[in-house]
């Protein structure tokens, strides 16, 4: 599929030829979402922490769980709101992956807790809702902090889930119990768009994972599938998810100054997993597939594997995970599983 802004082209038409130029284009690719998909990403502001409660013998003794207050301290107040560590038990620094869900509580549908720790991450669990709410209202949480220029490119909520989930790194990374160079973020849904968002904003994150994100996440918007959604619908249903200038794109995607391949590329050259579900016509598996090849230029110009599979679609339960971008569409429909999970522990694993 042939792009215009080409990916590894800079924006005065100069050809990315390396790892180097690659961090400058995808700086580019970044201000181009920003404006025209997610909204500006604020800085980050200081971030302290207080452990609320130490739970030495959580998971039946094989854990511990933290309850941890992180603090922002914007310019015009604070903020806070909850996290959840869970250590597996024993010595030394352990690989953490990061969840933001759809649940407050963490024993819950989407994260299997004991899976994680037992095979040995460290898991840091976030509620959406307790750093916004889904829904318009942009003086919800920290919402309220977050500039409003009325210019089309003010943060859409994916951009405040995105940056709180950055935050909360910003304390986590400090714990002696933490390796901060093995840290993954994963999401289902909106919330692997977000997942998506993020990463592609914080390189920390070496690991990523968007589980069923479709539109606006890993699926191109270009070759939209019968039954996937489509960004008239996403605009009209969840416009403050994004920025307001994504709007005039409805039903023009071939107007679109850019695609998800882009977001994705923006990952490079860490490593990423793609996962769908054969039944979630509606997040478009097929473009979600095509968009890691789209994206996978984008680590070869750094010197690795990027996405090593197929561009026809991958029947039920087949993908590729050799590559630094991984593809994977399991059999079922639109859910974050344990099979989910296990897939993106043994990809993080291999790359350890
Ligand atoms: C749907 C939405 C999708 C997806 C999903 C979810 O209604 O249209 O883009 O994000 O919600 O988050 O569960």
């Known amino acids: ?16 030829t390396d790892g180097e130029d690659w961090e400058v284009r995808r700086t580019e690719l ?13 800085a980050a502001v200081p971030v302290t922490y207080e452990i609320l409660r130490d739970s030495p013998r959580a998971c039946g003794g094989d854990a511990r769980k933290l309850d941890i207050k992180i603090t922002c301290h914007f310019a015009a107040g604070e903020f806070s709101y909850p996290l959840r560590l869970f250590l597996p038990c024993g010595a030394g620094k352990k690989p953490l992956l990061m969840l933001m869900n759809f649940d407050k509580e963490p024993y819950c549908e989407y994260c299997p807790v004991e899976e994680i720790t037992d095979n040995g991450f460290a898991l840091a669990y976030l509620y959406y809702g307790d750093v916004t709410a889904d829904n318009a209202d942009l003086t919800d949480g920290a919402a309220r902090f977050f500039p409003r220029a009325e210019d089309g490119a ?10 709180s989930i950055s935050r909360a790194l910003d ?3 400090t714990l002696p119990e ?18 998506l968002w993020c990463a592609a904003n914080d390189a920390r994150f070496r690991f990523v994972c968007s589980n069923d994100s479709g539109c606006m996440g890993a699926a191109y918007n270009r070759s939209r599938n019968a039954g996937g ?3 008239e619908v996403i605009t009209r249903v969840f416009p403050y998810w994004f920025c307001d200038d994504l709007k005039q794109y409805a039903g023009g995607e071939a107007r679109l100054p850019f695609d998800q ?11 990423l997993l793609v996962n769908s579900a054969a039944q979630d016509d509606w997040a478009d598996p097929p473009s979600e597939q095509l968009a890691c090849a789209g994206a996978s230029p984008a680590w070869e110009i750094c010197g690795r594997a990027g996405y090593e599979g197929q561009t026809a679609p991958y029947g039920e339960n087949e993908g590729s ?15 974050l599983n344990r099979k989910d999970w296990l897939r993106f522990m043994a990809f993080v694993k291999a790359r350890l």
């Open 321 to 335: 995970l050799t590559g630094d971008v991984g593809y994977f569409k399991r059999s079922g429909v639109h859910f």
């Open 261 to 271: 391949h882009m977001l994705l590329a923006c990952i490079a050259p860490r490593a």
């Open 30 to 42: 970044l201000r181009l979402l920003e404006e025209h998909a997610y909204g500006r990403t604020p």
């Open 229 to 231: 959604e489509t960004l």
């Open 154 to 163: 003010d943060t859409g909520k994916i951009g405040i889930w995105a940056w």
């Open 171 to 173: 304390a986590l990374e």
């Open 1 to 16: 599929m042939e792009f215009t802004p080409a990916l590894l082209r800079m924006n005065d038409g100069a050809a990315v």
């Open 178 to 195: 933490i390796d901060a160079d093995a840290v993954g973020v994963i999401g289902h849904s909106r919330l692997g768009k977000t997942a």
